[in-house]
């Protein structure tokens, strides 16, 4: 079986970094994609962002363009999320995804495997 785990999350002030890792295991496939979602409280799950384990594609919502970086440790298999010029409104709940093959939909809506998520939450 697939398994996520998300970790990294934890209190930061407004302007600062965090950066969160997805270790994923029990592929048996070559071609997936691993994403991460967000959950505010009061909010629908929103994907941040996600990448390709085949070409290195990525995706990122445009709230977090520019301040957020996805990258990934194939040897580890380990993704990791940089992220910077952290904000309020980026408190949340994050998840990590993965999903069969790389699709930008998926990315957005959701994916078919998940792990337990991760509290980030940003102090003004």
């Known amino acids: 079986d697939v398994q996520l785990q998300a970790s990294g999350g934890g209190l930061v002030q407004a302007g600062g970094s965090l950066r969160l890792s997805c270790a994923a295991s029990?592929?048996?496939?070559?071609?997936?994609?691993i994403g991460w979602f967000r959950q505010a409280p009061g909010k629908e799950r929103e994907g941040v962002s996600c990448?390709?384990?085949?070409?290195?594609?990525?995706y990122y919502t445009d709230s977090v363009k520019g301040r957020f970086t996805i990258s990934s440790d194939n040897a580890k298999n380990t993704v990791y999320l940089q992220m910077n010029s952290l904000k309020p409104e980026d408190t949340a709940v994050y998840y990590c995804?993965?999903?069969?093959?790389?699709?930008?939909?998926?990315?957005?809506?959701?994916?078919?495997?998940w792990g337990k998520g991760t509290l980030v939450t940003v102090s003004s």
């Open positions: 995804a993965a999903d069969w093959g790389f699709r930008v939909v998926a990315c957005r809506e959701g994916m078919h495997y």
């Open positions: 029990g592929f048996t496939f070559d071609d997936y994609a």
């Open positions: 990448i390709s384990s085949s070409d290195g594609s990525t």
